[in-house]
């Protein structure tokens, strides 16, 4: 069945690079982004974890940690990751689900037969420390991952769950925000004593204080 957002994300227990996975139990109360990619040994797999792997400070600056997951067996992620070392200049420094029974990628959802029968897409989720899902994108095989746009995407979330606002089209960290239509001027003159712009009465922008 397809996972939805709010969903809470499915547990596993499931064999990994970095030993026995007990999903939830593993993510704790970080933010956790889940990804799966179609198989060992490919070429655009290997640039997208060696990014994932220079991205790592970035994850925990974000109190976020990254797990891989494709359906080849512990001793293919084993030996390819020599050659994300060799190719990337970043060793593997994340988990990396070896999900050859295809538990966790029939759980998630991440075989598309009409895609291909037996390889998993590219699936991304984000998932926040209540374990529930806060977003999902699904890419082509044959298209590698923009992984400063899975931390954009945490930052926005993490912003917006904090505060009354929300991120624009292109928000990056430090970009005016949007008071949500929820919040009447009322309320908004105390949340936002800075002020905002009023482009309309539904379109608010804000800066926020540092
Ligand atoms: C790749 O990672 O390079 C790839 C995997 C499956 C199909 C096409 C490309």
């Not at 990619?37 to 990014?51: A, I, N, Y």
């Not at 600056?61 to 001793?75: F, H, M, Q, T």
């Not at 991304?124 to 420390?129: E, G, L, N, Q």
Request: charge should be negative; aromatic fraction near 8%; glycine fraction near 6%.
């Amino acid at each position: 069945m397809a996972l939805h957002l709010g969903d809470t994300a499915p547990d596993f227990t499931q064999e990994s690079t970095e030993g026995t996975i007990h999903f939830h139990e593993w993510a704790g109360d970080n933010w956790v982004v889940l990804f799966s990619h179609p198989k060992d040994f490919t070429p655009v797999c290997t640039t997208e974890l060696g990014e994932v792997s220079r991205l790592k400070p970035e994850f925990e600056k974000r109190n976020a940690k990254a797990i891989g997951l494709s359906v080849d067996p512990l001793e293919d992620h084993k030996a390819w990751a020599g050659d994300i070392q060799e190719t990337q200049g970043h060793g593997l420094n994340f988990p990396l689900l070896a999900d050859s029974d295809r538990k966790v990628s029939t759980l998630y959802d991440m075989i598309h037969p009409n895609a291909n029968d037996t390889l998993t897409v590219r699936s991304v989720f984000i998932i926040d420390p209540n374990k529930k899902i806060r977003l999902t994108i699904t890419y082509p095989a044959s298209t590698g991952r923009n992984f400063s746009e899975i931390l954009r995407v945490i930052d926005s979330l993490q912003l917006t769950d904090d505060q009354k606002v929300a991120t624009p089209v292109n928000w990056n960290e430090g970009d005016d925000c949007i008071i949500v239509p929820s919040v009447s001027n009322e309320q908004a003159k105390e949340l936002f004593p800075q002020g905002w712009d009023e482009k309309k009465p539904y379109l608010r922008m804000v800066k926020l204080d540092k």
